[in-house]
């Protein structure tokens, strides 16, 4: 079974340009979720989707950070524009979210690391 | 708010001997619990976790962790290291129900021959 693949896994950018991520998740994965993960830190979620509706959106900065998951499938992350700040490693999780089973694991992609000058 | 904390970031083990990393975490109610691996330029991988029952759980690769609710701690232990288990290893707490995982800062775990 094909894990959650992401791209790009490397991205360097200048402060002020803008930068999308994109995240396929395992295939019938119900939950999306985007997690950041800053250098010397622990993953910090961002938004997590259910099927192609958002579930919880309360820690994505919403001046600057967009995501989507069209057709409750693939998603993208958006930073525009990027700040220094954004530097991080961007990882996305999926979920099958089985109805009454007591925990749905979250498997975790490579990431893709954003170093912004 | 839930909270989890790693109090050592950096641990050197010599590889053949013990390991045990530290997790406490601040919840109202019985969380449950979880210990992630990292490896460089890999994603998370689910090591093991705890919802109830039995305080002692055993994972994937020879590790183990204790559940102690007085403690409000949840230690992850492997009797004998080996090179491969040099990782970044979080251990993480969910808002029971919700699947909202909340990690702490990480241990990077460095194996000397």
């Known amino acids: 079974e094909a894990g959650v693949a992401q791209s790009p896994r490397y991205k360097i950018i200048e402060k002020r340009q803008s930068v999308a991520f994109w995240c396929n998740p395992i295939?019938?994965?119900?939950?999306l979720y985007w997690y950041q993960q800053i250098l010397g830190q622990g993953p910090k979620l961002l938004i997590q989707?259910?099927?192609?509706?958002?579930?919880?959106d309360s820690q994505l900065p919403k001046d600057r950070f967009s995501a989507e998951r069209l057709k409750g499938v693939d998603s993208t992350l958006k930073i525009q524009p990027a700040k220094l700040e954004d530097s991080a490693v961007y990882l996305c999780?999926?979920?099958?979210?089985?109805?009454?089973?007591?925990?749905?694991?979250?498997?975790f992609g490579p990431g893709t690391r954003l170093t912004v000058l | 708010a839930q909270s989890v904390t790693q109090p050592d970031i950096h641990i050197t083990v010599s590889e053949g001997a013990s390991l045990e990393l530290r997790c406490n975490y601040s919840?109202?109610?019985?969380?449950?619990l979880f210990w992630y691996v990292q490896s460089p330029g890999q994603g998370l991988q689910l090591l093991l976790k705890?919802?109830?029952?039995?305080?002692l759980v055993q994972g994937i690769k020879g590790f183990e962790a204790e559940f102690k609710r007085s403690q409000s701690s949840f230690n992850l232990r492997k009797p004998s290291v080996h090179w491969s288990d040099a990782a970044e290893y979080f251990c993480?707490?969910?808002?029971?129900?919700?699947?909202?995982?909340?990690f702490g800062t990480g241990t990077r775990l460095t194996i000397i021959p």
């Open positions: 999780a999926s979920s099958l979210d089985k109805w009454g089973q007591e925990y749905n694991e979250q498997f």
């Open positions: 295939s019938g994965h119900a939950t």
């Open positions: 989707f259910q099927n192609n509706g958002v579930v919880d």
């Open positions: 919840y109202g109610a019985t969380p449950y």
């Open positions: 705890y919802f109830s029952g039995d305080t």
């Open positions: 993480a707490v969910e808002d029971f129900g919700n699947e909202k995982l909340t």
